[in-house]
Nanobody, 115 residues
Framework: QVQLVESGGGLVQPGGSLRLSCAGS????????MSWYRQAPGKERESVAR???????TYADSVRGRFTISRDDVKNFVYLEMNTLKPEDTAVYYC?????????WGQGIQVTVSS
């Protein structure tokens, strides 16, 4: 079955960096667009970044220029490099794959930006 497993979250100071990883299995990883979403307390889940199966990247305005999404179709990983982190980036981050019109989600991983 489809599995998405995130790793790499944690606590970081404002201005710091983190790299999130998501391992995908149970589907043809290289054929699928992959995305990162986040959900802050009391807020709706929002799209952060997306990378198509051909490597085209799109970003939310709030993270463009600070975050970079990438993928490794040999290892079946998608990454989110987050730089110049701000307190408002604090959220649970989710890896997602849309496969045949169905959205699959990882369990989520906490990112906290605080001094």
């Amino acid at each position: 079955q489809v599995q998405l497993v995130e790793s790499g979250g944690g606590l970081v100071q404002p201005g710091g960096s983190l790299r999130l990883s998501c391992a995908g299995s149970g589907f043809s990883f290289g054929s699928v667009a992959m995305s990162w979403y986040r959900q802050a307390p009391g807020k709706e889940r929002e799209s952060v970044a997306r990378i198509s199966n051909l490597g085209r990247q799109t970003y939310a305005d709030s993270v463009r220029g600070r975050f970079t999404i990438s993928r490794d179709d040999v290892k079946n990983f998608v990454y989110l490099e987050m730089n110049t982190l701000k307190p408002e980036d604090t959220a649970v981050y989710y890896c997602s794959a849309r496969i045949w019109h169905t959205d699959y989600w990882g369990q989520g991983i906490q990112v906290t930006v605080s001094s």
